[in-house]
């Protein structure tokens, strides 16, 4: 049976990026160092800021509910993380064909265009299945990270709150190519994310106009999921509200992202600037 063109642009951009990162094995490196040195900071902090009375912790616990503060920091750190991998790599993908001036000849390709991006997120959940496996690895290791929940309600979360994080990528991807800029934006939206989201502090100690504003950002609800589900065993119905709103805001962000993407490309169209630097 004669495969669809658009599934065959989609795997083609997938084998590209595949053999892109097999042609630098370092890059490999990066997957297994990182997972152990990004949280290694944060967890030292809270432990010196801690005391050695355990005061604060009994303080912690009562915000948080759990007292285990290395897994709460670890969940918040890993999600963090794929965010910024996903900004870095997925949303700078446009922009990084300019740059090598292939995007003009990909844009000729009879496909739709949007499969150049498909094709990306296909590669980015592939990579990210591996990042988290060996992330997981690594924090039983070196962190006796400590898994109560599910595994499987835990990966359903990260499943569901794929279309949100690739939505966002979407509409990054797409601003950028048109302004054709890129660290000033990253260092934004993961700024926002990492203040916002309490990716290593319990939400509760934010005024309430951030709470607010961290409520309405998918990756809060993911993480928050994740820590109820891995630290303190809760089951679906506990986080079903925080499900619905995965859903619902996923839905609602891809959609923007395909409209941001069609915008994207009348603007570089009408402009002639598709393959500028």
Same mark, same amino acid.
């Given at each position: ?11 083609? @951009? &997938?084998?590209? =990026?595949?053999?892109?990162?097999l ?5 490999? +490196?990066a ?5 152990? +040195? &990004?949280?290694?900071g944060y ?8 005391? %050695? ?16 503060? +290395?897994? *709460? ?20 993908? !446009?922009?990084? =064909? ?8 990909n844009?000729?390709?009879? @496909? ?8 990306? $997120?296909?590669?980015?959940?592939? *990579? ?5 496996? +060996? ?6 290791? /070196? ?16 499943i569901? #709150? ?9 509409? &990054?991807?797409?601003? /950028?190519?048109?302004?054709? =800029?890129?660290?000033?934006?990253v ?5 926002i994310?990492? @203040?916002?989201c ?6 509760? /100690? ?12 998918p990756? %809060? ?6 820590r109820?589900?891995? #630290? ?15 859903? &619902?805001?996923?839905?609602? !962000? ?16 009408? $402009? ?6």
């Amino acid at each position: 049976m004669k495969r669809s063109p658009i599934i065959t642009a989609i795997l083609s @951009v &997938f084998k590209k =990026e595949l053999k892109i990162f097999l042609r630098y094995p370092s890059w490999f +490196i990066a997957m297994l160092i990182w997972p152990i +040195i &990004f949280p290694f900071g944060y967890l030292f902090t809270a432990k010196a800021l801690s005391g %050695t009375d355990g005061q604060s912790l009994a303080a912690f616990s009562n915000i948080s509910g759990t007292s285990d503060y +290395i897994s *709460f920091m670890l969940i918040g750190t890993t999600m963090w993380m794929i965010m910024n991998t996903m900004l870095w790599s997925f949303g700078t993908s !446009l922009r990084t =064909e300019q740059i090598r001036g292939t995007l003009e000849s990909n844009w000729l390709c009879p @496909v739709p265009k949007i499969t150049i991006l498909l094709g990306h $997120s296909l590669w980015e959940i592939f *990579f990210n299945i591996i990042f988290l496996t +060996i992330t997981a690895i690594e924090f039983k290791l /070196v962190y006796n990270f400590k898994f109560i929940g599910s595994p499987l309600l835990s990966f359903l979360i990260i499943i569901i #709150s794929i279309p949100s994080i690739y939505g966002i990528g979407f509409i &990054f991807a797409s601003l /950028v190519m048109w302004q054709k =800029e890129t660290n000033s934006m990253v260092f934004l939206v993961r700024g926002i994310m990492s @203040v916002f989201c309490g990716i290593t502090y319990p939400l509760a /100690v934010l005024p309430n106009w951030m709470g607010n504003i961290s409520k309405v950002i998918p990756l %809060t609800h993911s993480i928050s999921a994740l820590r109820s589900v891995i #630290s303190t065993g809760a089951t679906l119905a506990d986080i079903k509200s925080q499900i619905y709103y995965l859903i &619902f805001s996923g839905i609602i !962000l891809m959609a923007l992202g395909f409209l941001a993407f069609n915008f994207t490309q009348r603007k570089v169209k009408e $402009s002639g600037s598709l393959g500028h630097f």
